[in-house]
């Protein structure tokens, strides 16, 4: 009857206007109830968008939808307030050869870093190097060492090169590395090396490479108060 009517409108038909509007409530209902954060109640409720979950989670796994709701936000996506501090590096290198027969210990030219953590945290210190430890009676006993100062205390003396007879020409180099860790408060710090001297034995240092990362804890919350 619709039909029958709009086609004796003199001068026009009104049939491809009806059905555009038609498809068109038909797109809309579909997108309603396909999505149902178009909701105006719906979006502030138990729906998070994808932009706005980025600024509050880190992802571990790619979202599969446009909108989340909050629950399965929170299962998807770490919190960036509960993620881990990002580590911090300081690192240092020389190839001016160094050459000592102290007794007593010295630092080892510009071998130090210095840094600043902003929470307290796990260290691991490494250093490496490549060089002689030579002596005139070379014996089991005798040893080339050197010894890592964090904030200008001592970790221990570490033997790096057994001591080897001094010859022309000299014996090649030989590569070591010592290996420690520590832990570290909050606030600036400084890593030095020090050849630590020994009797009867010259110590030749050819290049170096000092490297210390840490690992810094957010803060632990302090305990609730129990309520009476």
């Not at 178009?38 to 509050?56: P, R």
Request: hydrophobic fraction near 45%.
């Amino acid at each position: 009857m619709l039909r029958r009517r709009l086609s004796k409108t003199p001068g026009r038909s009104l049939k491809p206007r009806a059905a555009v509007a038609v498809a068109l409530a038909a797109v809309l209902a579909a997108a309603i109830a396909v999505t149902p954060s178009f909701a105006g109640s719906t979006i502030a409720g138990s729906f998070i968008t994808k932009k706005a979950a980025g600024k509050i989670y880190l992802s571990n796994k790619k979202a599969s939808t446009l909108y989340l709701r909050k629950k399965v936000a929170g299962n998807t996506f770490v919190k960036k307030a509960d993620a881990p501090l990002p580590p911090v590096v300081g690192i240092a290198a020389g190839t001016a050869v160094f050459t000592s027969t102290s007794t007593t210990a010295g630092y080892i030219p510009t071998a130090f870093t210095s840094f600043g953590i902003p929470g307290t945290g796990s260290a691991v210190i490494t250093f490496s190097g490549n060089g002689t430890c030579t002596a005139a009676k070379p014996t089991p006993d005798l040893a080339c060492p050197i010894q890592i100062l964090v904030d200008g205390q001592t970790t221990g003396k570490v033997n790096v090169l057994p001591a080897t007879a001094a010859s022309t020409p000299a014996p090649a180099p030989l590569a070591f590395t010592v290996m420690q860790t520590t832990v570290l408060q909050k606030g600036g710090h400084t890593v030095a090396i020090q050849y630590a001297g020994a009797k009867n034995v010259a110590f030749t240092l050819k290049g170096w490479s000092l490297a210390v990362q840490a690992y810094p804890q957010r803060p632990e919350a302090p305990p609730a108060e129990a309520t009476k």
